[in-house]
């Protein structure tokens, strides 16, 4: 008969204490949905109904295929005027979290910019696509 041993911690090999544990995630995880419903009924009243990315339209039926995304990735920033937030569909918000997710992966390689160095920065943009617009206005 084999006894039963309780999962040990990695690096000091101490016993877990698995009640506690659990205790700390399912109050961790009430405060965060407690807060989550808050914000997400907050959005859908300042907000119209639709992604923003794919432009898909929701109903009441579909609403919660519906959610809001933190535009800077900041779970607990959520002003009452709703500017960090905009409203995704799952699969635009899913997109959304794989793209900073590749992003802190390529910094953390040494082969990514960080998000105020863009491509952009730094550099004019010598093209002006109306350069010979007051010329053809100005033909007779």
Known sequence: MATHNPPRHGKTG?????AKLDQVVAK????SEERAAGYRDQALKLYPWVC???ARTFTR?????????HKDMD???NPPDGSNWELLCIYCHDNEHQKYEEHLAALARGTGKPA???ANAG?????????GLADLLNKD
Do not use: Y
Not at 28 to 31: I, V
């Open 28 to 31: 961790a995880r009430k405060a």
């Open 52 to 54: 923003g990315r794919c």
């Open 75 to 77: 779970h607990d920033n």
């Open 14 to 18: 101490k016993p877990i204490d698995t």
């Open 61 to 69: 039926e579909n609403l919660r295929e519906l959610t809001v995304h």
């Open 116 to 118: 105020k160095a863009s």
């Open 123 to 131: 550099s004019a943009a010598t093209f002006n696509p109306f350069a």
